[in-house]
Each structure stands twice: as C-alpha cells, then as structure tokens.
C-alpha cells in the first residue's frame, strides 16, 4: 500500500514538472512570437529602433510596448497569423491602449482551437498602469491548452489510477475476507462451549442413573431426570437458532401475519424468561401505553424477539436487572421500548451488533456465551415487519426501540 502511494504521489510530481516545462515552452513560443509582431509593425511604420521587449504580467497576460497606436484589425491579423505559424492554438484575447487618449481599444477574440467560444462583448484583460501605448493579449484557456498537450501523461495517470482502485478493491475484500474468516472462527467456537456444556450435563446425569446409585433416592432422580429434560430442551432451542439463520440465507423470511394484540404478546414473552430472571433477583416493570395495540405480526417470530432482547438484558447485567417495558401509539404504528441497567455498549460497536455472528469483543472474558445471532435475528425479523429498530446506550444500561407499523 505504502508503494503503491508513493508511486502515485511520484507520478503527480512528475506530472507538475511536465505542466511546468509545457508551460515554459508555450511562453517563450509566446514571447518569439510578439517579438516577430512587434518587429513587422515596426517594419510597417518605418520604425527603426530597437524591438522593444515582451513583458508578462501574469501567467496568462503578455503586453509589448509601441511607438504609437495600431489599428485593431491590422493587429488581430498579425497576431493570427504568427501564433498559427508558431503551433499556438489556443485562444486569445487582445486589446490596444492609447495613452494620447488614455483608452482601452478592445479588439475581440481571436478563436484558434476547434472548439466553438462566444466572442466577449467587453473586454476581460487587465490594463497596465503605465504612461505609453502598447498592445496586451490575453489567453483564457491557457490551462486548459497545456493540460491537452500532456495526452500522455493523462493516460499513464488513468491507468495508474484505474491500478489503484483495483488494489484497493482486492485489499478490502481481502481484509473482509479476513474479518469474515475470525467470525466464522469465533462463531465455531461458541458454537462448541454452547453444545459442549448441555451434551456433558446430559452424559454424566444419564451415567449416574444408569448406574444405580440413584435407585433409592426418588427426589434426586426427579432431579437428574429434569436437568436431562432441561439440557436437552437448551440443546434443541440453539440448534433451531442456527437453522433458522440458515433459512434466512436461503430465502426470504416467509411471515404468517395476523392480527394480535402486542401488549398481551409482551406480557407472554417475558414469562419466558421468567426463570433466568429468577436466577438473578431481577424485575420486569411494564408501562403498556399504548392504546391501540392491534397488529398484524407473526406471533412466534414477534414472541422470538422480544424474548432475545430481554434475554440479553438479564444476560448482560451485573448487577440486578431491573428492565422497564413500555408500549406508546404513534400517527402511523406502535413503538416499543426495551430499558435495562445492563453493561451497556460502547458507542464503537453500536453500529456492528445487529450484524450476523458479531458479539462485542471481551477480551479473554467469556462469561456470557451465545452465537452473536441474537440481534441479527431482531434487526432481520423487524425489517420483515416493514419495522425500524435502533440502540441507545450508555455506561448504566441500553435501550432498545422498535418500531412496528399498522399493516393494511
């Protein structure tokens, strides 16, 4: 990368240095050419002093001093005819002071290049402040001309630039591919602590009732019994999270919309979730707001992701969660709005959490496991809904707005 900006920077010089150097060349063809039509007036009028210099004013401003004043045409065709001869095709302006009258004489526009111009009206030169005659010519397009003359190097620049587009191309797919290839890594080895940890409890309570060291004692075999149940209903509910992400690769989310009342949805999915909050002592508040709570959304898919943000409410606080649901109607659908008191998410990483397998990067603390597909889930299923969802947060906790339109 370094070399490839250091070329191009190398090219953009030399580039300055062909401009200059064309710029010199189209001076002093300038200046030779002023000189021959000074000296063919001074041929005209019979003047026999020394040709007087050609003085430039600015980069695109030439005057040449005479002995007395000229006729506009006499002059428009001298200078035509010598910038044709000397291979200056480029447009140009001319004018005549007379300093017995203390008068601009405009001459017009001369057009040498191919391309059509409209003759100005009033003169656009600079006058000189200086008590003689002279004649001054003008050139508008000066830089316009030179950069034509450089084909060349415009080409090579093309190419150069067009080289640098295709390497920064492939270095970003590179570097995405890369990117990709860590969340895939990283997804894989969720993936295996979230299976590792159901499938041991499962094995080592089936080896102890297999056994028969359980026999006698009802209670704990109920319990072994229930955390077999338990695990296995965990290990089929991540597997269900991972083929439903598959399916939302393969094809469009298919949605079975009916009329429901979200309120009454709210309040049924956090009873899912009712028992992990249990684990931590926390509470749930419910401000249902929102008068006109019928929409028409898909029941599991809308169960689904209420219970994913909860679930990361709890799973996400270290302290007691206290989590505040509230509902509120607007002109055109329903807002709900999801509070915890929860870690909070650094204002780098709002922008990737909905994105598929990114978790917030903790270091080497692994103490909250999942996929990192929890809010891709959300974002994908809230979009099917024709919904927004967006993320505030600080260092006490985030909230989640989601937004649902009414669906005629």
């Not at 999942?370 to 024709?386: D, M, P």
Request: hydrophobic share 40%.
């Amino acid at each position: 990368m370094v070399s490839i900006i250091g070329l191009f920077a190398t090219q953009l010089f030399w580039m300055e240095k062909a401009f200059d150097l064309r710029e010199r060349e189209f001076n002093d063809r300038v200046n030779i050419a002023l000189r021959s039509v000074a000296q063919e007036i001074m041929l005209l009028n019979k003047d026999s002093s020394d040709v007087p210099p050609v003085r430039q004013l600015s980069s695109n401003y030439f005057i040449v001093s005479t002995n007395d004043t000229l006729h506009p045409y006499l002059l428009e065709s001298l200078l035509d005819n010598e910038f044709r001869s000397r291979n200056i095709k480029t447009n140009f302006e001319y004018s005549i002071y007379d300093c017995f009258t203390d008068s601009l004489v405009y001459g017009g526009m001369v057009v040498l290049s191919e391309k059509p111009v409209e003759r100005s009206e009033k003169p656009v030169i600079p006058t000189w402040d200086r008590d003689s005659h002279y004649f001054g010519v003008y050139f508008p397009d000066k830089d316009n001309y030179l950069i034509s003359q450089m084909t060349i190097w415009l080409f090579s620049s093309s190419i150069l630039l067009v080289v640098i587009i295709f390497f920064a191309y492939t270095l970003w797919v590179i570097l995405k591919q890369k990117k990709l290839s860590e969340i895939k890594n990283d997804f894989i080895n969720n993936m295996t602590h979230e299976f590792k940890t159901p499938i041991s409890t499962i094995s080592a309570s089936a080896e102890l009732l297999k056994s028969g060291g359980l026999d006698n004692d009802p209670v704990k075999q109920a319990r072994y019994y229930q955390m077999i149940a338990d695990e296995s209903n965990r290990l089929k509910l991540q597997v269900e999270k991972v083929l439903q992400m598959a399916q939302f690769e393969k094809s469009e989310i298919d949605l079975n919309l009916t009329t429901q009342n979200v309120n009454e949805l709210i309040v049924r999915s956090a009873a899912g979730i009712q028992i992990l909050l249990d684990e931590k002592k926390g509470i749930i508040n419910f401000e249902l707001d929102a008068n006109k709570a019928e929409l028409k959304v898909d029941e599991l898919h809308f169960t689904n992701i209420i219970r994913n943000l909860l679930d990361n409410a709890v799973k996400y606080c270290a302290q007691t969660p206290q989590i505040t649901i509230q509902t509120s109607n607007s002109n055109n659908g329903i807002a709900i709005s999801i509070k915890d008191n929860g870690i909070g998410i650094n204002e780098n990483h709002r922008k990737q959490i909905f994105d598929k397998f990114y978790r917030v990067p903790t270091g080497d603390i692994h103490n909250v496991k999942g996929f990192g597909l929890g809010l891709y889930y959300v974002k994908s299923l809230v979009e099917a809904h024709y919904g927004t969802v967006n993320v505030n947060s600080n260092s006490h906790g985030s909230e989640f707005v989601i937004f649902l339109p009414f669906l005629k």
